[in-house]
Each structure stands twice: as C-alpha cells, then as structure tokens.
C-alpha cells in the first residue's frame, strides 16, 4: 500500500471513530443503548485506532461487542454461550469505564478458549459492518457532489442547441 492510500487509511479511520454507526442486532432496540455505553464505544475506537498504529489488528472493541450483545439479548434468546460470553464483556466493560462493580452474581471474569474465539469473530465481524457501511456512505456522497457539480455545470452552459 503507497504512503497516500495509508494516510487515506488512516484519516478515514480517525473519522470513523467518531462516524461509524454502532452496529446494534436488528430489531430495533438500538436506540435504548446507555449514554454511557456509547461514549465508551467512542474511547474504546480511538483507543484501538493507537493500538492499530502499534501493529495490532483492527477490530470492533470491547464496548461495540457489548452494545451488539446487549441488542442481541433483547431481540432474541441467547444461547449459554452467548449469555457468558456477554456476561464477561458487560463486565469488563463496566469495569472499564467507571461505572463501579458488577453484581457479583452476575459478574463474568473469565470465559473459555472457544468462547473467546467467538468473541474475536463477533470483533471482526462488527468492525467488517463498520467499515462497509462508511464506505457505502462515502461513496453516495462522491455521486452526490458528482451530480451536483454536472447539474451546476449544465445550468451554467447555456445550451448551444435547442431541439
């Protein structure tokens, strides 16, 4: 990759930190997601962004997984899986951002190999949605700024021609 294109990279991952949609399970309880929670998604994305320059490999965070589960958890059961695996993420993300302990009885510290990996795959996979849908963004505002810039041109060209 040119030096340009990691730049371009780069500064339309910057953006996205603060543009991307939070992908939430579709259902519609996307917009009942805690104040708290969506500013942590925010921190939580400009962290990853200085992780990413550092080598590691971009994904969604923490808190994303989180607010996927926690829509997840309201659109449809989940299976024990699942319920642990979001039980583990609420808890560390909790933790994370200062809202204080989990109930101890609901509190997850650990989770198993497998469990982990299906957390990473759900990671990617929410960071995959991301950066498909800022591109499907950024690509119809290109064709409307094309299309705008033709209707401008043809309206200031007069016509040679009148048929």
């Known amino acids: 990759m040119t030096t340009e294109k990691q730049i371009e990279k780069g500064i339309s991952e910057i953006v996205g930190v603060f543009t991307d949609p939070i992908i939430a399970m579709p259902g519609g309880w996307g917009d009942t997601l805690p104040e708290w929670?969506?500013?942590?998604?925010?921190?939580?994305?400009?962290?990853?962004?200085?992780?990413?320059?550092?080598?590691?490999?971009?994904?969604?965070?923490?808190?994303?997984?989180?607010?996927?589960?926690?829509?997840?958890?309201?659109?449809?059961?989940?299976?024990?899986?699942?319920?642990?695996?979001?039980?583990?993420?609420?808890?560390q993300v909790y933790r994370r951002h200062g809202r204080g302990e989990m109930?101890?009885?609901?509190?997850?510290?650990?989770?198993?190999?497998?469990?982990?990996?299906?957390?990473?795959?759900?990671?990617r996979w929410i960071y995959e949605r991301r950066v498909k849908a800022r591109q499907e963004k950024e690509t119809a505002e290109c064709h409307q700024r094309k299309e705008a810039e033709v209707a401008k041109r043809e309206a200031e060209q007069p016509a040679l021609f009148e048929f």
């Open 37 to 91: 929670l969506k500013q942590a998604i925010t921190l939580e994305r400009l962290s990853m962004n200085v992780r990413s320059l550092r080598g590691e490999e971009m994904t969604g965070t923490d808190a994303e997984a989180c607010a996927y589960l926690y829509t997840a958890g309201l659109t449809a059961s989940m299976d024990s899986d699942w319920s642990q695996i979001y039980l583990y993420i609420s808890t």
């Open 103 to 123: 109930p101890q009885d609901i509190a997850v510290d650990s989770i198993t190999d497998y469990q982990m990996a299906k957390l990473r795959r759900l990671k």
